[in-house]
Structures are given as structure tokens and as C-alpha cells.
């Protein structure tokens, strides 16, 4: 007979499964935010965002007036800190008596539904371009390839004029026009993280398992080109923003009275030296969306390479 009792067993079996517990891997996502959360600067650029996303989406809860309203006799209002101000206006009005308050906090809605359309459209359409490039190789590879060099042999501002002209002027034209421009991009992303994956074992494996050609590009190859799209697509947020800011100012992105930061900027330009005010707020909006959004996506890269982990 053996001295050891059943409870004995039980915990002497309890103990390696506590074991292997206690050393188990920490989910992806906790430990996705521990490499990125290692970077202040990337922490900074985030709340940031989310502030930006909170003031969009509640744009018309707490702008104090409406961004088209005009108030003809008090144009060209200082801030509300300045002498000459009205406490109602805390950053002034415009040259047609608008709050500028209430244009910028509309202005965030409009910038980051310009960027999350143009990165989304630029994005789907790069990632099949970069998909049927990477996948099939030969003249595929060599016709869409090309054409990608081309688009980027221009300068982005240029093309997107182009575009822009032969479609009109107008928000949604403007949208087209940055997607085009940023799609090159993704296509060579995609296509190169493809051409690394083709390689591998896996999808030989799922090849001789019987994967047809669409399981194998967008259930086997594509979730692992994820990562570097991501952060290719965050920061092309930040381009998108720029490059509508461009075309506004330009007068080809939203037309007046729409209240976007670019044109703002160009409604406000002759006023500058009189009032510092209509053109110093919308680039600050500008510049603070920007560089959040360059922030954060230095840190994505940091935290999903991980040859580039702390």
C-alpha cells in the first residue's frame, strides 16, 4: 500500500499546470502596450488623438456656436484675452464674423473623417495592387509595379492637383484625390511583406494542405503583413491631413463656408498682419494633429518591429 493520499496526488498534480500557468506568454495586446507605452513620446501623440476623436465626435455638443454663423458687426474680433475682445469668442472671430472656436472644433471632425476616408480607400485598394504584385509575380508583377513608380515620381501635391482638376473641385473629389496618391505606398508595402512570407514554411504547408490562391493571400499571407501596414496607415493619416490642409488652401478641397483648417488659412491670409489670430489658430490645429499622429506612429513601429524593441 502507498503512503500517499489521494489529496496528495491531486496537489502534486496541480502544482506543474500552476506552474506552466504562472510563466505563460502575456496576451498580444498587454504586451503591444507595454512596448508601445515604453515610448513617452508615443503615449503623448495618443492621448492626443483620442482628445482630437472626443472633440470631433463631439463637436456639436461643445462648440459655443455654429461654425457657418456670422456676426457682420464684430469681424475680425480679437481672443477674448486680448484687449478688444468679447468673453463669448475665447479665440476671436474671422474676417466674416464666425467664431473661431466653433470652426476649429468642426474643422477636427472634418480633418479626421478626411484622413480615416482617404487612408481607408488608398489602404484596401494598395493591399490588392501589392497582393496580386507579390502573389503572382511576372508581367502582373512588372505592369502594376511600374505604374506604382510612376505615381511616385510626382510629387504628391502635384498629382493630387492633377486629380483634383479633372475631377472638380470638392471634399469628396479632394478624398479620391489623397487616396490616389497615398495608394503607391501601401501597393509596395504589401507587395515586399508578401514576397517575405511566400518563403516560408506555412504557406507551403497550407499550399500542399489545399488552400486555393485567395485562401492563401487573404487568409494565410495577409493577416501577417498586418503590422507593417498598420503603422504605414497611421502615419499616413498625418499626410492626409497635410495634403488636404494643401488643397483647401489652394482652394480645391471644401469650398466655403465648410469649416476646414486649410481654408480657412486661405480665406484669413490677407489679414495677417492685422489679425494674427485667423491664421496663427488653424495652423496650430494643423501642426498639434500632425505631430500627434507622427508620435503615435513612431511608436506602433517601435512596439510591432521587433528587431526595434526596447
Sequence with gaps: MSDISPLETRDAAVQPIEAVAAFAPPHPLRELWSDFSQNRGAVIGLGIVLLLVAVALLADVIAPYSPIEQYRDLTLLPPAWQEGGKAGFLLGTDPVGRDMLSRLIHGTRLSLVIGLVSVSLSLGFGVLLGLAAGFFRGNVEIAIMRLMDVMLALPSLLLAVAVVAILGPGLMNAMYAIAIVLMPHYARLTRAAVIGELAKDYVNASRIAGAGTLRLMFNTILPNCVAPLIVQATLGFSTAILDAAALGF??????????????????????????????????????LCVLAFNLMGDGLRDALDPRLKR
Design 250 to 287: 489652394l482652394g480645391l478641397g471644401a469650398q466655403p463656408p465648410t469649416p476646414e483648417w486649410g481654408s480657412m488659412l486661405a480665406s484669413a491670409l490677407e489679414f495677417i498682419q492685422r489679425a494674427w489670430w485667423v491664421v496663427t489658430f488653424p495652423g496650430l490645429a494643423i501642426l
